[in-house]
């Protein structure tokens, strides 16, 4: 089965900070690649699909890139509001494997 | 507006049996392939299984096979979760998720119902 591998785990970032975050599989996946947020004590909501595409109603400085193996999401200016765990899920085929999460605090 | 709403989650004995139900509103149910995603307390988000608009195909994560199955009634815009064998690893928030009409992704969520397995 492929692997999904985020990085960092865990970071903590100023308000107004570019924040990158790293997901890795294991073998290529092409487009199929999707972004989660999840913050405190809610549902998981999707932010980011086939890679690139934001969901509507998502701001537009959460911003995604990549293909095959390596894929990155970016929060161009940090908000409070932003304060999450961030997942990423592969959803080509069966599993629909997770990464491990990262989690954005505010320095 | 979509609605998810999930329930039957409970504290169960390890080796017992639980059945999960997501209601579902708001779209054409049979259209659309749904998910089961858990979380186990203080961890990330585990993947467990999914099933097609018609409920032809269905697909689990390796824990969960041969003691899980995934299934809907489509008259009835239900999901269903028959969780057998019960371990103490199983102790999650299970949500129900409905992909997007043409890709995997899960574009809604439901609450979420907490399974506690413990003696």
């Known amino acids: 089965d492929i692997q999904m591998t985020q990085s960092p785990s865990s970071l903590s970032a100023s308000v107004r900070d570019r924040v990158t975050i790293t997901c890795r599989a294991s073998?290529?996946?092409?487009?199929?690649l999707a972004w989660y947020q999840q913050t405190p004590g809610k549902v998981p909501k999707v932010l980011i699909y086939?890679?690139?595409t934001l969901q509507s109603g998502v701001p537009s400085r959460f911003s995604g890139s990549g293909s095959g193996t390596d894929f990155t999401l970016t929060i161009s200016s940090l908000q409070p509001e932003d304060v999450a765990t961030y997942y990423c899920?592969?959803?080509?085929?069966?599993?629909?494997?997770f990464g491990g999460g990262t989690k954005v605090e505010i320095k | 507006e979509v609605q998810l709403l999930e329930s039957g989650g409970n504290l169960v004995q390890p080796g017992g049996s639980l059945r999960l139900s997501c209601a579902a509103s708001?779209?054409?149910?049979?259209?659309?392939?749904m998910s089961w995603v858990r979380q186990a307390p203080g961890k990330g988000l585990e993947w467990v299984s999914t099933?097609?608009?018609?409920?032809?195909?269905?697909y689990y994560t390796d824990s969960v096979k041969g003691r899980i199955s995934v299934s809907r009634d489509n008259s009835k815009n239900t999901l269903y979760l028959q969780m057998d064998s019960l371990r103490a690893e199983d102790t999650a928030v299970y949500y129900c998720?409905?992909?997007?009409?043409?890709?995997?992704?899960?574009?809604?969520w439901g609450q979420g119902t907490l399974v506690t397995v413990s003696s």
């Open positions: 708001g779209f054409t149910f049979n259209n659309y392939a």
């Open positions: 998720a409905k992909s997007d009409r043409y890709m995997f992704y899960l574009e809604h």
């Open positions: 073998q290529g996946i092409g487009n199929y």
């Open positions: 099933i097609s608009g018609s409920g032809g195909s269905t």
């Open positions: 899920q592969k959803y080509n085929s069966a599993p629909l494997t």
């Open positions: 086939a890679a690139s």
